[in-house]
């Protein structure tokens, strides 16, 4: 029996790189939040992002992007992230069990399947449905 085909593929590898990367992220989140308030986490997390910034700048070999549409989605994306974070490091700070919030909260899957069907008109199988179904119930068992 050979390997399945999704462990060959390139975003394979790269999906588990982040969840190894967000794992930790969620860890030295809460850690922070023990010290300092969410919008103070919020602030000081963002100069994180200027050395990953600077090497895909240098990657690219200082090539900016022109496309108004997209610039307006990433500037989009930075918004509702820096939101998110905000109640993210809230969540943490206020004393909550750090696994049930890092679980609930990487439930966003969920919103996100949700608008590509109104917003992008894109379908689910039934088996990818069923999925989403226990998606939630395991939100609300884990919330008890």
């Known amino acids: 029996m050979g390997m399945p085909e999704a462990i060959k593929a390139k975003w394979f590898w790269y999906s588990i790189f982040c969840v190894l990367c967000w794992g930790a992220w969620a860890l030295v989140s809460k850690l922070g939040t023990e010290g300092i308030s969410a919008s ?11 050395p990953v910034a600077l090497m895909a700048v240098i ?6 992007e022109r496309n ?4 307006g989605f990433s500037v989009g994306n930075g918004v509702l992230s820096g939101i998110g974070g905000l109640a993210l490091f809230a969540a943490y700070r206020s004393g909550g069990n750090t696994s049930v919030i890092t679980v609930a909260t990487a439930l966003y899957p969920v919103i996100t399947v949700a608008l590509a069907l109104l917003v992008l008109s894109e379908r689910l199988t039934r088996l990818q449905a069923v999925g ?13």
């Open 40 to 50: 103070g986490m919020q602030f000081i997390f963002a100069f994180g992002f200027i």
């Open 59 to 64: 990657a690219r070999r200082a090539r900016f």
């Open 68 to 71: 108004l549409k997209g610039i």
């Open 132 to 144: 989403l179904v226990f998606a939630a119930l395991a939100m609300i068992i884990l919330a008890s």
